[in-house]
T-cell receptor
Framework: AQKITQTQPGMFVQEKEAVTLDCTYDTSDPSYGLFWYKQPSSGEMIFLIYQGSYDQQNATEGRYSLNFQKARKSANLVISASQLGDSAMYFC?????????????FGKGTRLHILP | EPEVTQTPSHQVTQMGQEVILRCVPISNHLYFYWYRQILGQKVEFLVS????????KSEIFDDQFSVERPDGSNFTLKIRSTKLEDSAMYFC?????????FGDGTRLSIL
């Protein structure tokens, strides 16, 4: 069965520090995609970053990077130089197999609080 | 940058009434989805739609739910007889293949 686990329900981080949000996943499909979404208090879902299971390098998008450790089935999101506007709920998500455009399954999320 | 557009942003409906949630996916996208998020909980898949038919649906998506693409741009979710437990944020998403792009959601409140 496919599963996404986010073990940190909430985190408090000082502004300008780097933060790592944990995500582990489980799937038997060799081809899968991993995603991170940000949900501010206003409720919308904002796509942040994507990692394919066959990608050789870790994905990066501006201040976001994905620390992909395939053997450990982890896909942690790293936010460098955190800002007050990064305070939000963050969801790790997966689609497997990747060659079908089927549903994404989400983790329960981590609520990130950036402190001034 | 093109966006997925959802209307209305907030819908308040009496229990037992029908409700239609509307979405305009990004124009060159081929795959469409509905998800819901009960307050404080994780996002749950409802249904995926491709080539004018449902490609997958979850156990949540029972006979009270239906989806339609009535023209070339709109994608709707209908709940026939709403229940209190249908209160949630409903997200539409679309993709050409790859990451799904979500709309801002419709908050549905059932009274």
């Amino acid at each position: 069965a496919q599963k996404i686990t986010q073990t940190q329900p909430g985190m408090f981080v000082q502004e300008k520090e780097a933060v790592t949000l944990d995500c582990t996943y489980d799937t038997s499909d060799p081809s899968y995609g991993l995603f991170w979404y940000k949900q501010p208090s206003s409720g919308e879902m904002i796509f942040l970053i994507y990692q394919g299971s066959y990608d050789q390098q870790n994905a990066t998008e501006g201040r976001y990077s994905l620390n992909f450790q395939k053997a450990r089935k982890s896909a942690n999101l790293v936010i460098s130089a955190s800002q007050l506007g990064d305070s939000a709920m963050y969801f790790c998500a997966m689609r497997a197999p990747m060659n079908r455009d089927d549903k994404i399954i989400f983790g329960k999320g981590t609520r990130l609080h950036i402190l001034p | 940058e093109p966006e997925v557009t959802q209307t209305p942003s907030h819908q308040v409906t009496q229990m037992g009434q029908e409700v239609i949630l509307r979405c305009v996916p990004i124009s060159n996208h081929l795959y469409f989805y509905w998800y819901r998020q009960i307050l404080g909980q994780k996002v749950e898949f409802l249904v995926s739609f491709y080539n004018n038919e449902i490609s997958e649906k979850s156990e949540i998506f029972d006979d009270q739910f239906s989806v339609e693409r009535p023209d070339g741009s709109n994608f709707t979710l209908k709940i026939r007889s709403t229940k209190l437990e249908d209160s949630a944020m409903y997200f539409c998403a679309s993709t050409p293949g790859g990451p799904q792009h979500f709309g801002d959601g419709t908050r549905l409140s059932i009274l």
